[in-house]
């Protein structure tokens, strides 16, 4: 119950500065350019929420359905889907009075907030924590069921994906999804082989996170001071390549063994250089045999504060360009990638089940972008269709109907409901599996 409460707390905390830093973009160019707003609610707020204040002709409220928010800008058909203005005469304080290219800046307030929060959220981590990272050079993959099934083997080095070559270990799986990868270049046992990738499982690499974890070789750092085989004739960089008549290779295939065997005594054969060596060694109850292992090599970058903003810039671009690639496997029928797609059930489980300021604010910079591009899409009732009007306005002279606004605002709202229905049903299900 703890874990929920945390993981829950921080859900609504980050959804909260997201719908009040979106919307504050667009409240910000509104009234830059004098447009009254009547409304300022975080969260939705079907027939009622709860009035704050007032401030300077604008009602702050707070609604009670966590998804979103909105501003009402005077005179906008929006969200409310409220015409009673289109029956009054236009008047200068409106948003539909005002120039093109003043409406435009309105509409992309929310996601420009969005963006320069992420850039900004990005900076403060590359200053504080500087950018890690496990490199993929010189590193193996320890694989699951559906990296298996489709031809990578435990000890595998990946080289390139089709012409690409992967730097962050950690982005494997990512890399082979968003770059519709369909060859995998290998190293293993010394040879180099190719492992063809079919578009068709795009959607089962996005839905079965743990395809690649890292192999780590059982290699000895250190013995602990309280290790129950102190006195043993383990040194570092002995390497145990066997425990009770089975290769343990890597940990990963040593840890059941030695969980059969927690209490007891089990024979060992580690390697030394060249030299083989056979130990009876004791394992806890853990499970362990009281030594540290040696750890794969980190990529540690440093930032000062200065060299943090384009940093926090190129971090911001760099994954908005993976999100809209994500989004592209989104909406390719074929790659199924749309069964992956989560409500904020799913968002809630990628949060650390306890508090971590570090994880917190990389969500929050993911999120916030992730609502950014959301917002672009050429939907009528998000942003980016009030944008494309707008655009389209600029670039014709011919400012669309309020008929045909009202009409498609209502095609943009079935849409995305229907966006949220689908990712709702996919994280229910995803529940009852």
Same mark, same amino acid.
């Given at each position: 119950?703890?874990?929920?409460?945390?993981?829950?707390?921080?859900?609504?905390?980050?959804?909260?500065?997201?719908?009040?830093?979106?919307?504050?973009?667009?409240?910000?160019?509104?009234?830059?350019?004098?447009?009254?707003?009547?409304?300022?609610?975080?969260?939705?707020?079907?027939?009622?929420?709860?009035?704050?204040?007032?401030?300077?002709?604008?009602?702050?409220?707070?609604?009670?359905?966590?998804?979103?928010?909105?501003?009402?800008?005077?005179?906008?058909?929006?969200?409310?889907?409220?015409?009673?203005?289109?029956?009054?005469?236009?008047?200068?304080?409106?948003?539909?009075?005002?120039?093109?290219?003043?409406?435009?800046?309105?509409?992309?307030?929310?996601?420009?907030?969005?963006?320069?929060?992420?850039?900004?959220?990005?900076?403060?981590?590359?200053?504080?924590?500087?950018?890690?990272?496990?490199?993929?050079?010189?590193?193996?993959?320890?694989?699951?069921?559906?990296?298996?099934?489709?031809?990578?083997?435990?000890?595998?080095?990946?080289?390139?994906?089709?012409?690409?070559?992967?730097?962050?270990?950690?982005?494997?799986?990512?890399?082979?999804?968003?770059?519709?990868?369909?060859?995998?270049?290998?190293?293993?046992?010394?040879?180099?082989?190719?492992?063809?990738?079919?578009?068709?499982?795009?959607?089962?690499?996005?839905?079965?996170?743990?395809?690649?974890?890292?192999?780590?070789?059982?290699?000895?750092?250190?013995?602990?001071?309280?290790?129950?085989?102190?006195?043993?004739?383990?040194?570092?960089?002995?390497?145990?390549?066997?425990?009770?008549?089975?290769?343990?290779?890597?940990?990963?295939?040593?840890? $059941? +063994?030695?969980?059969?065997?927690? %209490?007891?005594? &089990?024979? /060992?054969?580690?390697?030394?250089? !060249?030299?083989?060596?056979?130990?009876?060694?004791?394992?806890?109850?853990?499970?362990?045999?009281?030594?540290?292992?040696?750890?794969?090599?980190?990529?540690?970058?440093?930032?000062?504060?200065?060299?943090?903003?384009?940093?926090?810039?190129?971090?911001?671009?760099?994954?908005?360009?993976?999100?809209?690639?994500?989004?592209?496997?989104?909406?390719?029928?074929?790659?199924?990638?749309?069964?992956?797609?989560?409500?904020?059930?799913?968002?809630?489980?990628?949060?650390?089940?306890?508090?971590?300021?570090?994880?917190?604010?990389?969500?929050?910079?993911?999120?916030?972008?992730?609502?950014?591009?959301?917002?672009?899409? $050429? +939907?009528?009732?998000?942003?980016? %269709?009030?944008? &494309?009007? /707008?655009?389209?306005?600029?670039? !014709?002279?011919?400012?669309?109907?309020?008929?045909?606004?009202?009409?498609?605002?209502?095609?943009?709202?079935?849409?995305?409901?229907?966006?949220?229905?689908?990712?709702?049903?996919?994280?229910?299900?995803?529940?009852?599996?």
């Amino acid at each position: 119950m703890e874990i929920f409460l945390i993981k829950a707390l921080q859900l609504i905390l980050c959804f909260a500065l997201l719908v009040v830093l979106h919307e504050a973009g667009h409240f910000f160019f509104a009234k830059l350019f004098n447009i009254r707003v009547e409304k300022f609610c975080i969260f939705f707020d079907p027939k009622f929420s709860l009035k704050l204040f007032s401030y300077k002709g604008t009602d702050y409220h707070i609604g009670w359905i966590p998804l979103g928010g909105y501003v009402k800008i005077s005179g906008m058909i929006d969200e409310s889907m409220d015409t009673e203005h289109l029956k009054n005469e236009p008047q200068p304080w409106e948003f539909r009075t005002k120039p093109a290219w003043q409406r435009l800046l309105v509409m992309a307030g929310g996601v420009l907030f969005n963006f320069i929060l992420a850039i900004m959220v990005y900076a403060g981590i590359l200053t504080k924590w500087g950018e890690s990272y496990i490199s993929n050079e010189g590193n193996a993959i320890y694989v699951n069921e559906l990296a298996y099934d489709m031809g990578f083997r435990n000890g595998d080095q990946i080289l390139m994906f089709d012409d690409y070559v992967p730097e962050n270990f950690g982005m494997l799986q990512a890399d082979l999804a968003r770059q519709s990868v369909k060859k995998a270049t290998v190293l293993r046992d010394g040879d180099t082989l190719n492992i063809y990738i079919g578009q068709n499982r795009i959607g089962e690499i996005l839905q079965n996170p743990g395809m690649f974890d890292l192999a780590v070789p059982f290699i000895v750092a250190e013995v602990s001071e309280t290790s129950p085989n102190k006195a043993l004739d383990i040194q570092a960089g002995d390497r145990i390549v066997n425990i009770a008549g089975t290769e343990t290779e890597f940990l990963q295939d040593a840890r $059941p +063994i030695l969980m059969e065997h927690a %209490g007891d005594t &089990v024979v /060992t054969t580690l390697t030394r250089g !060249t030299d083989s060596l056979a130990l009876t060694v004791q394992v806890d109850t853990a499970g362990t045999i009281g030594v540290f292992l040696q750890r794969p090599a980190i990529k540690t970058k440093e930032y000062t504060l200065l060299s943090a903003i384009p940093g926090g810039f190129a971090k911001t671009f760099e994954t908005i360009g993976g999100y809209i690639k994500d989004l592209k496997l989104v909406f390719t029928p074929s790659t199924e990638a749309y069964k992956s797609v989560g409500s904020f059930i799913a968002i809630g489980q990628i949060f650390p089940s306890a508090w971590d300021w570090y994880s917190f604010l990389n969500i929050l910079a993911l999120l916030s972008i992730m609502l950014g591009v959301m917002n672009l899409l $050429p +939907i009528p009732a998000l942003d980016g %269709g009030h944008m &494309v009007f /707008t655009i389209y306005e600029m670039i !014709t002279g011919r400012k669309p109907s309020d008929r045909f606004l009202y009409v498609t605002q209502i095609i943009g709202m079935i849409l995305v409901f229907g966006l949220m229905f689908l990712a709702f049903g996919n994280d229910i299900g995803r529940l009852l599996r």
